[in-house]
């Protein structure tokens, strides 16, 4: 199989994997042949793409980081956390609404070890994190997309798996503080003026404030809440800390947030590809960034995961088939086409193969 921005599918297209819409509901079965119809479905949601089955890829295999079935009742999960506590402030029974929302805390428990579960079964893999997401859910597919990036950092420092639960607590609620900020802030399309910048960065205090409170979960994963906008070179927020003044757990939800950030679609910036946010990441390694850790999260997440298409500075054409811890950059890829012209497929390894040494990936494909 391989992934087809939204913009480029076209009828008689096969669907690889399920497509399930906003609220868990199957949309599109695997084996579904794309219609005008479909297509118009697919973009009128938000999809940025989705994975389709042809003749040059049918013997690809795109790996799951956790299932589609977790992966879309822990979105669910977060989204229900949002709205209703977004009204406790409202509620005649205030009481009666924060035991409701404190046993929700349990629901979250169970579902981050699941997710801890899942992830350490394929810990040998790289994640792939081009996601079937749909606009609107932004904020509760974000959590949970840094969830899973956290905990893969997590797994490749060794940590136990108390540590691993502990952090994917503080990641899914790393950003809950946001429910307390004017949506008019969250979703102003362009950049902040002076005052609603000041308003926005309270969250990460807000958000660990509130958490405390109101929610039995462990201090480390309270302080990761508190840290995830803290910089290497102390230009972060709310506590300028610096260096190893900021705790682990800050550090890699750090830069599991900014990373989905920058490669998801929002109110007001485009997504950037997978392999455009990594080299961001790659050039904030000692500035905004502890080195060590932004070398963990490159041999961990995948720039151009399995199925991507991608042009070669030599103008051949391919798809991504197998990608590399320690050259994440240069993966294995099955080139199709030279230029416009079909050729018998054939391997390329941009990480072993001495004679592509000067070939890099320069665009992905738009097909």
């Known amino acids: 199989m391989r992934y087809v921005p939204a913009y480029c599918i076209r009828e008689g297209m096969v669907v690889a994997k399920n497509i399930y819409g906003k609220s868990n509901q199957l949309m599109l079965k695997k084996d579904t042949i794309m219609n005008e119809k479909y297509i118009k479905s697919i973009k009128n949601m938000g999809y940025n793409g989705i994975y389709i089955e042809d003749d040059i890829s049918r013997d690809i295999e795109v ?31 205030k009481t009666k609404a924060i035991i409701e929302n404190y046993k929700k805390v349990e629901l979250f428990k169970g579902k981050v070890s699941e997710i801890v579960e899942e992830i350490l079964k394929s810990d040998s893999l790289m994640v792939n994190m081009v996601d079937l997401k749909y606009f609107d859910d932004y904020t509760y597919l974000h959590s949970l997309n840094v969830t899973v990036l956290s905990i893969a950092m997590g797994i490749a420092l060794k940590l136990d798996k108390d540590k691993l639960f502990k952090l994917g607590l503080g990641a899914i609620f790393h950003d809950i503080g946001k429910m307390f900020i004017d949506k008019a802030i969250l979703l102003k399309e362009g950049k902040l003026n002076d005052e609603e910048l000041k308003e926005y960065k309270k969250h990460p205090e807000l958000g660990y404030g509130y958490m405390k409170k109101e929610y039995n979960i462990p201090i480390t994963s309270y302080i990761g ?26 550090s890699i939800i750090g830069i599991a947030d900014l990373y989905d950030s920058l490669s998801s679609e929002k109110p007001n910036m485009p997504a ?96």
Do not use: W
């Not at 840290?227 to 610096?242: I, L, M, S, V, W």
């Not at 990608?323 to 012209?341: S, T």
């Open 225 to 250: 809440i508190l840290e995830h906008h803290e910089r290497y070179n102390g230009t972060g927020y709310p506590d300028q800390k610096k260096g190893n003044k900021i705790s682990q757990f800050g």
């Open 272 to 367: 950037l590809l997978p392999s455009e946010a990594m080299e961001l990441i790659m050039g904030a390694s000692g500035r905004l960034f502890d080195p060590e850790l932004v070398t963990v999260f490159t041999r961990k997440v995948a720039p151009y995961p399995v199925g991507t298409c991608v042009k070669l500075s030599n103008n051949y054409m391919g798809i991504v088939v197998e990608n590399f811890e320690d050259a994440c950059l240069r993966p294995k890829i099955r080139v199709f086409q030279n230029g416009d012209i079909n050729v018998e497929p054939f391997i390329v390894n941009l990480k072993d193969d001495f004679s592509y040494m000067n070939v890099i990936i320069s665009e992905v494909a738009k097909m």
């Open 63 to 93: 790996v799951n980081t956790i299932s589609d079935n977790l992966r879309n009742t822990t979105v669910n999960a977060i989204k229900d956390m949002f709205i209703q506590d977004r009204s406790i402030e409202n509620a005649k029974n």
